[in-house]
């Protein structure tokens, strides 16, 4: 008799540290009794989605009574018109999260390996371990780098082997922030051996203004093996109702259609997603505003003596010197939520996102008041 239902879970799913998200505001005021919080914990947009997505999410609020279009084909002719590729290309999921988790499902099994870095995207070990897969894990650039703590593409490769299936490569980075030029990355595509997909997930695509950074959308003809994975969590700021997509081959998008649920993407994500590709002018707002505020937070840090890895996303990785789980608790107690990376085997820093402007000054003012 096993002697808790714990020892009944596969082997894989044992071993699995669930993962951390970033505290709700909710949570947070009930446990503390305070109210007027912030959160700069999940990467999120701070302007949230623009007048027209909100208009469709309301147009297409009565229609919930019934099911999605399991296809969803009017956002994939969008998606696939906006990134110039073939719908059959396309592989919509309930966020990038659940893209990530069907290219475990689908092409590791506990023979296989995966590789991805030290201090890359929490979900990549998740996925890899719920289906028993061994993980290979690539040591991480120096601190003093040129892209700190971030992507070793050299040693990614040194990992590759006959049983490697999955190569995951978040380009940029989080929690670091940092991210992999043009060249660098197209030359690593190029040698991967055709047995193992390069997942490269460009969560953060479009805030990128870098010349050098490569959008690998365009890069699929080229390469059979090439996955690309996108999300409307981040600058569309859509988090809450998880849509995200992966571009690839056709037969790897065959394959994850045999697994996904039906009906993995709701009704109201499918009908924002699209509106979202439409307002441009949001999306250019929302970029706007992070990039000129990130600077505005990094002349603070700067400023309040805190060394932190220059970011080009939405967050800054910033080194507490010390341990960062009593700073965590200190801003929690006023009313700023940011988020501790322990679980990320970086118990110094903290990851904080990108806020309005106003939002950034209650950071920067607290984060001194700590000092
Ligand atoms: C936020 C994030 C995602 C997106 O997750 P969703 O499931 O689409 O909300 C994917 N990859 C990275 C690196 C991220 O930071």
Redesign the pocket.
Known sequence: MPRSPLDLAAPGVRKINPYQPGKPIDELEREYGISNSIKLA??ENPLGPGAKVLAAIAKAAPGTALYPDGNGFHLKETLADHHRVGVDRITL??????V?VLLAEAFLTPGHEAIYSEY??A?YPLAVQAVGATAKVSAAQPGDSFSPLGHDLGEMESLIGDQTRLIFI?NP??PTGTWIKSRELRDFIGQAPDHALVVV?E??FDYLEEQDYPDTSQWLDDFPNLVV?R????AYGL?GL???YSLSHPDVANVLNRIRQPFNVNSLALEAARAAIDDKAHLELSVALNNEQRDIVATGLKELGLRFIPSVANFILVDMGGPAMPVYEDLLRQGVIVRPVGNYGLPEHLRISIGTAEENQRLLQALRQVR
């Open positions: 999940s990467n999921g309930n966020g990038s999260n659940d990530l890359a995207f979900v978040a980075n989080n997930d969560a953060y994975t999300t409307f969590s981040k988090a998880r849509i995200g």
